[in-house]
């Protein structure tokens, strides 16, 4: 059997590897192709591709944005993007001003935690997410580093997750907005890890009459039960089947995800029978 895993995340959003060690990984674990998904933007991406072309390994252009439902600003999706035209300085553009917002949100978050009395450098997180897309989990890193919390679950319950006192919400597309930037760069628009987002029968309509065309059924955090129901509404929608790890690196107990979910490379396959305009 050959294996895949369509979600990984390098240093270049909020994951701790580099695109290199990435390729290795994958490697090593005997994965037949990967996706480079990182959150709003595509910078990793070439360095992939170019190293992986001595190992023979695909590394499938990717990308994850984030969407708030209408009516909803407690919930939050995210949409893969697969096989765009990355390249589009259009589609560039896009990605670049939302990274701008993710650093005006740090600079809040920072504002935030001091007035909390909990000080972090705010130079050494912008090192740590390498001046790129930085995120909720660099800041979890950074009070785990100093010591304000013992994991990285604690950081998100006690700081900065939904609602807690360091928590400033980023800026979000509309479904729509998200699914019309990936196919208008030739994407396939995928709803990422269902399971986090409250998913039901009717958000996946919804999602599908705006161009979704994809769902994430194999993740690391679904349950058996989960992906057999988001297999079924694979079935129901006739969305393509997607999955992957959701890998970020060496994270708090320094488990490396990628590869765990044993993801058919038949999979690829029907997306890439899909890109070629086959049903």
């Known amino acids: 059997m050959k294996y895949i895993d369509l979600h990984v995340h390098s240093i270049f959003s909020d994951g701790t590897l580099t695109p290199q060690r990435i390729v290795e990984y994958a490697v090593k674990r005997n994965l037949s192709a990967i996706a480079l998904t990182d959150h709003d933007t595509t910078d990793g991406v070439p360095i992939a591709q170019e190293y992986s072309r001595q190992f023979g390994l695909e590394v499938v252009p990717g990308v994850e944005l984030s969407v708030e439902m209408p009516g909803r600003t407690d919930l939050e999706l995210h949409i893969l993007g697969y096989y765009l035209d990355y390249q589009d300085a259009a589609f560039q553009e896009r990605l670049s001003f939302f990274r701008k917002k993710r650093h005006e949100r740090a600079v809040m978050i920072l504002e935030k935690l001091k007035d909390l009395n909990v000080f972090l ?21 950074a009070l785990l580093e100093e010591g304000y919390v ?8 006690r700081f900065i997750g939904f609602n807690k006192p360091a928590y400033v919400p980023k800026a979000r597309l509309t479904p729509e907005q998200a699914i019309k930037m990936i196919t208008d760069v030739d994407g396939i628009p995928a709803l990422a890890h269902p399971y986090f987002s409250e998913i039901n029968r009717d958000m996946i309509d919804l999602l599908v009459g705006f161009g979704l065309k994809g769902i994430e059924v194999y993740h690391s955090r679904h349950s058996k039960s989960d992906m057999d129901r988001f297999r079924q509404y694979a079935s129901e929608f006739n ?23 044993d993801v058919p490379f038949e999979l690829l396959e029907k997306m890439q029978d899909y890109k070629r305009g086959k049903t």
Do not use: Y
Request: aromatic fraction near 4%.
């Open 239 to 261: 969305l393509l089947i997607t999955g992957g790890s959701d890998c970020h690196g060496e994270i708090d107990k320094n488990e490396v995800l990628m590869g765990n979910m």
């Open 150 to 157: 013992h994991n990285i679950q604690e950081a998100f319950q």
């Open 121 to 141: 450098d705010g130079a050494k997180l912008l090192e740590m997410a390498n001046d790129n897309a930085i995120g909720r989990l660099h800041f979890a890193q």
